[in-house]
């Protein structure tokens, strides 16, 4: 008998069998059992998840000598041959090598013909996203309005390159990353089956590796259970993947918290020398501070970890939270570059002589921080030494101000910057109320946070009234913040003084010098 695979032996032959995806199996299970069967279905998802194997689950519960049923008997001829792959009703499609319009008009002829021994024909697309436009269009109608007894099923891992025409017409169910643990119990089933021992470590970085991949990790499963001689060990993975393992990655971060450029590049050489790649250096010390930052957070999450944590704790206390992000951020940008570097070996080389001086790290968002924290507190003491408003006044008018003396000041209506700088805040439409301020006849300040206004017109000194409240408030807000008191006096006998102009100025200078008399 020919050797098969872990992934395809151990596929999924069922709907409780699909491991992590609980969701898309009761809803299938569910819509079966009902007799509510769509025209097409669309799966998508990640690499390795269950797509095509959830897509001939629904093809044999379908064609079940005892369906339509949500739980198929795999034992029947139907299910046997479903299984095999060798079902003539059941026509699995490679989306990537059939992706013209002409292999779709292949399918709309065939579907014409009633199923030959099943109940249903079904077909499987797979990678649907391959098909070209035309192809696409030509499937409209035909996955809208199919023959009696006819189902579509796709598959895809870029669901966003599948036409929202097709996705419209579709049932769609997203596949997820199958969680570590479930991947972890799985593999474990399959060793106990097989009869290998292992080492549970050694079995729980194959699960990780698998990325939320079932078949990755099936896949990776295998090529060890070859090399490790049926007894699955980690020190055997690390010698023959060439990994540099946790024992001299803890090596490189003592060597790095004591700054020893010398004993770090020794054992950098030393382990690329043994076989492994300047990469994957870069791999597991991204994994190590990563972990470290999480030890340092205290999450202590087990799914998180699923390895020893032990090995940080002696770290910890070495660095703090922006050290591990500073180094974080290096090692990923040193990753990226790797890949077009002329000498990779030399660019990881520098790349950990940088991390010799990582409490050195400044990053642009402590940058921000630190000029956001010194604005902050600059403001913080201007609010607290500022007793003026924002805007400049008078030297004479300042110092009485500071001095909080509590005689009042007579000051010109026109040099009133609290009055200028209300009159620019109040909108051109609002005319009542700039004719009110444009209108006061006498300023009266009253120590720094009061002022007293006098009008010789009732008119605008009713405006004023009713407008108080909302012009303290912007007085308020002039001034950073400090309550400000306006008064309001009407007094008819009050007549506006104006300021007199230069001529007027030039001519009383010229009576001065004249004893006078006023020369035309």
């Known amino acids: 008998m020919a050797y098969e ?36 279905y669309l799966l998508s998802g990640p690499r390795g998840v269950g797509k095509t194997s959830t897509a001939r689950i629904i093809a044999k519960a379908l064609n079940c000598e005892k369906g339509p049923t949500p739980t ?7 299910c046997v041959t479903i299984t095999a792959g060798n079902n003539s009703d059941v026509i699995e499609i490679d989306g990537a090598s059939n992706t013209s319009i002409n292999d779709i008009r292949v399918i709309q002829e065939e579907i014409l013909y009633p ?23 030509a499937l409209l109608k035909t996955i809208e309005e199919p023959p009696p007894n006819v189902v579509f099923v796709f598959a895809t891992t870029e669901i966003n390159k599948v036409p929202s025409t097709i996705r419209s017409r579709c049932q769609q169910f997203n596949l997820r990353l199958i969680p570590v643990e479930i991947i972890y119990s799985s593999l474990k089933k399959v060793l106990d089956k097989y009869n290998v021992k292992y080492e549970d470590k050694a079995v729980k970085w194959i699960a990780r590796e ?11 499963l295998d090529q060890v259970i070859a090399f490790c001689d049926n007894d699955i060990t980690m020190e055997k993975i690390q010698e023959k993947l060439g990994l540099v393992g946790d ?26 020398e043994n076989g492994v790649s300047p990469e994957q250096v870069i791999i597991e010390l991204i994994k190590f501070f990563r972990l470290l930052l999480l030890k340092k957070l205290n999450i202590s999450n087990s799914n ?6 032990d090995i940080y704790n002696s770290f910890v206390e070495y660095f703090s939270v922006e050290d591990i992000e500073n180094i974080l951020e290096v090692l990923f940008s040193s990753y990226e570059k790797s890949r077009y570097s002329v000498d990779i070996r030399l660019e990881i080389e520098l790349t950990l002589l940088k991390l010799l001086k990582f409490r050195e790290f400044i990053r642009p968002s402590q940058i921000f921080r630190e000029i956001n924290n010194l604005k902050n507190t600059l403001f913080e003491k201007k609010k607290l030494n500022d007793k003026a408003p924002i805007f400049q006044v008078d030297e004479k008018k300042e110092d009485k101000i500071s001095n909080k003396q509590s005689e009042s000041i007579i000051i010109p209506v026109e040099k009133s910057d609290i009055i200028k700088e209300l009159k620019n805040r109040i909108s051109p439409a609002n005319v009542d109320l700039l004719a009110s301020l444009n209108n006061i006849d006498l300023i009266e300040e009253v120590e720094s946070n009061k002022m007293n206004l006098f009008f010789s017109k009732e008119i605008y000194y009713d405006v004023f009234v009713k ?10 807000k002039i001034l950073g913040g400090k309550k400000y008191t306006l008064e309001a006096f009407y ?30």
């Open 467 to 476: 407008n108080r409240e909302f012009l303290e408030n912007e007085c308020k």
């Open 304 to 309: 998180l970890f699923y390895e020893e944590t």
């Open 115 to 137: 199923p030959i021994s099943g109940k249903y024909k079904v077909y499987i697309i797979d990678e649907v996203h391959m098909l070209s436009k035309q192809a696409f269009n």
């Open 247 to 272: 024992e001299k990655i803890t090596e490189i971060v003592s060597f790095i918290v004591k700054n020893n450029s010398y004993s770090l590049l020794g054992l950098y050489n030393n382990i690329i």
């Open 72 to 78: 198929p008997c795999n034992v029947c001829s139907q």
């Open 491 to 520: 007094k008819p006998e009050l007549k506006k003084e104006r300021s007199p102009t230069i001529k007027e100025i030039n001519i009383s200078r010229i009576k001065e010098i004249f004893n006078g008399k006023e020369f035309m």
């Open 5 to 40: 695979v872990t992934a395809s032996k151990f596929r999924p032959q069922s709907f409780d069998e699909l491991a992590g995806q609980e969701f898309v199996s009761s809803t299938l299970r569910n819509s079966i059992q009902n007799k509510k069967i769509a025209n097409a």
């Open 210 to 220: 698998g990325k939320g991949s079932m078949r990755d990790a099936y896949t990776l």
